[in-house]
């Protein structure tokens, strides 16, 4: 157990002093020679050897211990104990000298062997777009915002109450600290009174400083949750807004790993953004309290005869910058590689998460292999920066070992001779000592926590890496539902390549319409653009109030829990009654199903049961226009003919449909307009006369940009409108 003031060493044999019964000859006696017995072995574990007898200053005549032979003036007589050196100081040379002689070799060969363990042109792949500079006020950001926003009722008391506790702490230690001078004086002095009082002082404010270390320690937890809550929600109505967690996969590249910025770098955020504020802080206040103290404590002068005023503070103040100095030189690359292995680390489970819900699929295509070869390859990343990560943690533990035990032991180099030389008691020493202590622990808080600020960096480069992402997407040419049938005109879109899969095309989804056509010629795409999750390049669109349902299969993971849930989704349970869903799903042939059985949905239900789902929530739903994205391209022949049967049967208020099959032909019975899309053309036609869909009436288009002074207009004079 740490015992910085060496209290507990004190108490002890004040204990055994009082048990013997503090009053007569033979029980001081026996209680000052234990005293002095212990604070001998105390000051030999610290260092100082001595052949005089020990702690003679503690020691009158009268209180000698018996059986210490008297010489002819009746005075005690004493011998100058050995002190011999339990093991050979050349010894202890010769065995530092070969530990360090095996590191060496250790050195020189493990990177030898270990060499193919990492890759350097891996590792800077891997910490691209890292940004190691020290933006400590941008860091601040998130936090500004915070207690400007959510923050504001319940974030800022718990903040300014934190700080009170912090004010308060460093004021029991500035108390305790003061104690400690008047309880070693008093040991020294054996004043018994005065020690009583100096030790229940000392008790009283320990036990203050835990019940507000505890509550301290509580509070923040509270603020801590309603921190990262804040924020966390703040990033994921961001991302989710206007389509961005689908739209910014190609609109600009993929932002990897979102969903690992939102849950583990928020928490990182908060957690570490917490402990350096609050450490700053109390840090700050601990200097301007203790700075004082330790000036008006520190001895003459380091050496006798020498004055030099408030000597320990100028050399830890050096010290301290000194050793941030050399702490930012060794560490410097610490925030490129915690950026990669927070990148590193998040790709490999992704991967993993992949194999968990696809692990049908790759247990049918006998694909375990290939998938253990996935894992290694992105394992191997994470090895890579381990390796250069553990290089720079090894030199910062050398860094670390040497700089602290310099720091501890400067004190009582520094303090021996005034303490030897009779400038300064024993409590004086202890004072001083615990002063320069907290002192040196103040102005080493930026070493100390060098590493957590390299974490607070990456976390913010992350999270503003995201932020800045969902802002750099364009506006969407409109998410949502607005009045009217799914409309557009002049219509211009492509894939991310360039390739464009459409030009000027039109559609009037008035009606049950149907859209057939190959593989890949964009049908599916054309429905992302009606939803206003796809950009365009030209033309119109009216989004029009439809309900939109994927390709049966895409949204599996996302049917889970209750069978009520799955049915329900994407709205809540409460939007409907049990009774009503439990119908739907009778009515399109699930009713033997129990809606409160809790399921991965996507993963039990075969696809033809997927489809049947998805109708039942239609059913539910009861929209008055309805988009279908290949709705029935796993059902077995003949059913999709039953489901739209049943879709005509219980929705009676649908004003349009618009199908995407290649079931053309089962499915054009119960539809009033029939479409492909030509990839040649790059347009809609007539499924029977191939002629190219006409303009819409009543829908209006926005001009072309003006076209450069020096080009003639795209029509040779007259303009166009697409």
């Not at 004003?655 to 499915?667: E, F, G, I, R």
């Amino acid at each position: 157990m740490s015992d910085p003031y060496g209290i507990h060493v004190g108490v002890a044999s004040t204990l055994a002093y009082m048990l013997a019964g503090g009053g007569d000859e033979a029980s001081k006696t026996s209680a000052a020679a234990l005293l002095a017995m212990t604070l001998r072995v105390w000051a030999e574990k610290l260092g100082f050897h001595t052949t005089a007898q020990p702690m003679s200053f503690m020691m009158e005549e009268s209180f000698q211990p018996t059986g210490i032979e008297a010489n002819a003036t009746g005075t005690a007589k004493t011998e100058p104990p050995e002190h011999e050196m339990p093991v050979s100081i050349h010894l202890c040379v010769w065995f530092m000298v070969l530990i360090t002689i095996v590191c060496l070799v250790f050195e020189i060969t493990h990177t030898q062997f270990f060499t193919k363990e990492w890759n350097e042109d891996k590792i800077k792949s891997r910490i691209v777009n890292a940004n190691n500079d020290w933006h400590i006020w941008s860091n601040l950001k998130i936090t500004r915002k915070y207690l400007n926003g959510e923050g504001k009722g319940r974030g800022r008391p718990m903040f300014v109450t934190i700080l009170f506790l912090n004010i308060f702490h460093v004021g029991t230690t500035y108390a305790t600290n003061v104690l400690v001078g008047r309880y070693w004086d008093a040991m020294q002095k054996q004043d018994y009174p005065k020690f009583q009082l100096a030790l229940l002082a000392y008790c009283c404010m320990a036990l203050i400083g835990i019940l507000f270390v505890a509550y301290k320690s509580y509070i923040q937890g509270m603020l801590q949750i309603h921190f990262r809550e804040t924020i966390s929600r703040t990033y994921w109505k961001m991302w989710l807004a206007d389509s961005a967690h689908y739209r910014s996969s190609y609109e600009g590249g993929a932002l990897e790993n979102p969903d690992q910025r939102i849950q583990a770098d928020c928490n990182a955020y908060v957690s570490v953004a917490q402990g350096l504020i609050f450490g700053f802080f109390e840090k700050i206040l601990t200097l301007v309290v203790f700075l004082p103290l330790l000036w008006h404590l520190s001895p003459e002068g380091p050496v006798e005869g020498m004055v030099w005023p408030g000597w320990l503070c100028q050399l830890s103040l050096v010290y301290a910058i000194v050793g941030s100095c050399l702490v930012h030189f060794v560490g410097k690359s610490m925030i490129d590689l915690e950026y990669g292995m927070e990148r590193t680390q998040a790709d490999w489970r992704k991967q993993m998460v992949t194999i968990r819900d696809e692990s049908e699929t790759v247990a049918m295509l006998g694909a375990e292999e290939r998938e253990k070869d996935n894992l290694q390859e992105l394992f191997n990343y994470v090895k890579g920066i381990y390796w250069r990560i553990s290089f720079l943690n090894k030199r910062m533990a050398y860094f670390h070992g040497f700089f602290g035990m310099s720091a501890d032991l400067g004190p009582l180099l520094l303090l021996a001779p005034s303490y030897f030389n009779g400038s300064i008691s024993l409590g004086q020493l202890f004072q001083c000592r615990s002063a320069l202590g907290i002192v040196r622990e103040a102005m080493f808080w930026g070493i100390s926590n060098y590493q957590s600020f390299a974490e607070w960096g990456v976390t913010c480069n992350r999270l503003d890496e995201l932020e800045n992402r969902c802002k750099e997407i364009p506006a969407s040419a409109g998410i949502g539902r607005e009045a009217g049938n799914l409309t557009c005109a002049n219509l211009t879109y492509q894939l991310p390549d360039g390739k464009k899969l459409m030009e000027n095309g039109n559609l009037n989804g008035e009606g049950w319409t149907l859209i057939t056509g190959k593989e890949g010629s964009g049908k599916t795409t054309l429905l992302r653009v009606l939803r206003g999750i796809w950009p365009l390049e030209a033309g119109s669109v009216v989004k029009g109030d439809a309900l939109f349902i994927p390709v049966t299969g895409k949204c599996a993971a996302l049917r889970r829990g209750t069978l009520f849930e799955a049915v329900s989704y994407p709205n809540q349970t409460d939007q409907y009654t049990k009774a009503k869903a439990k119908e739907a799903l009778q009515k399109v042939g699930l009713g033997h199903l129990d809606i409160e059985d809790v399921q991965e949905w996507g993963k039990r239900l075969s696809s033809g049961q997927s489809a049947r789902l998805a109708l039942a929530h239609v059913i539910l739903e009861q929209p008055e226009r309805l988009v279908l994205d290949e709705p029935t391209a796993h059902c077995a022949p003949g059913e999709p003919a039953e489901l739209y049967k049943i879709l005509k049967a219980e929705c009676p208020g649908l004003k349009s449909v618009l199908t995407v099959t290649h079931q053309a032909d089962d499915l054009a019975p119960f539809h009033d307009t029939q479409l492909i899309l030509d990839p040649e053309a790059r347009t809609l036609k007539d499924r029977a006369t191939g002629a190219p869909v006409p303009l819409p009436e009543g829908i209006e288009l926005p001009p072309l940009p003006e076209p450069p002074a020096d080009e003639p207009p795209a029509d040779g004079g007259a303009g166009v409108q697409v």
